[in-house]
């Protein structure tokens, strides 16, 4: 039986991030992922804020950033668009495209850099709770099943989530609440300007949007998530529509497919107990507005790592010691979790109607910097009525 | 339950399944006998890759 302190599954940003804060900690840790090859295949869009790297506390590295983002645009259904860049408003977050398999990998990287032991081609297929409080793993890698028993369990285990259902956490995905995203890299796009990320509204994805998020030169990953009870297709036959239907992608042609479960549902109700803690996708690390979560499953892995070090150092894996991981992450996300969760019930009820006269009046409005109050106050000003419960929410 | 051969193993279905039955491997899915064709993973599938078989 191999003995660890901190046994991190899952070695996506979340889990890599992990392991090396509760590497640098001081704690023996052991960080395993099924794949062969980490960050392959990429499950997402690639979008981060810049604050990621102040958050990872490491320099942005042009080897995985592909693109700046200087603002965005939005567009309604029936072609009307806002654009909302950084030469005419204050963006709040600039942010960066990444390429995540490269990303990915130097995450999990500075995680054995700072001192953890990195298993790959190892799955977890269940586990046990021992009478000193540890758990024990059993593990499969190339055919060969063996038991790591650690004092800590950190699941980063992604939407799929086993661990935290192994471990009786109340941390499932309503199907209401996972999304289905999709996804092609493309080349030969002709976007109108390759620093903007474009985000489609309406009928296109039911319960979620359309994307094409510029990957420098002419690359683009073009993207949409939908909620599948709101829809009538598969997330896949969505994407094929909208990606004909889009003037940028005329010429565009295919590399990748990429799929992926999102889930959106808010913070999961239970994120830790004794000697465990869930990060990342599995604890629902993401913006439900955005479906984004690389930053905040990233925020999620830190404080794990640091709170499992610290525990550790203690002596103490109990519940009440690991709390802390809760609290720190609820300050970290929760009050932004809350919000944008009401603000996609409230988006997800417009119809093509709504978003086309929205769009339209915005496109009146002269925005000077841009934040969720401010985007608030000129929604109330073009849709009094419907907007009445955002003004409560927000302002 | 039937995977299609183009399913991309993302974990989606096994996130949404309450019984914790389907075990995502690199290059397979694996339902085990705790199955009992509720369903959800079947309307969760973002390339409707699985499809519940004939009883």
Known sequence: MIKTDVLVIGAGPAGSTAARFAAKGGAKVILMDKKSEIGAPKRCAEGVSKRTFEILELEADPHWITQEIEGIRLIAPDGTDVWLTNDVVELPEAGYILERKVFDKHLAMEAGRAGAEIRIKTQAKGLKKEEDGSYTVTCECMGEVFDINAKILIGADGPESHVAKWAGLKAITKPKHMEAGVQFEMCNAKMERNDVLEFYFGSVAPGGYFWLFPKGDDIVNAGLAIIPEMAEKSAYEYLVDAVNNCYALKDAQPVELNVGGDPVGGLVKEMYNDNIMLCGDAASQVNPLTGGGITSGITGGKLAGQTAAEAIAAGDCSKEFLKKYAELVDEAMGHDMDKYSKACDYLWSLNDDDLNSIAKAFQDIEFETLGTTELVKALIKVQPSAALKLRKLFL | ?55
Request: glycine letters at 6%.
């Open chain 2, 1 to 55: 339950m039937i995977v299609k051969d183009w399913c991309s193993y993302c974990g989606c279905c096994a996130g949404v399944c309450v019984r914790n039955c389907i075990e995502v491997k690199e290059t397979a899915l694996v339902f085990d006998d705790n199955c009992n064709n509720c369903g959800i993973c079947v309307d969760a599938c973002p390339l409707a890759a699985l499809e519940m078989e004939e009883e």
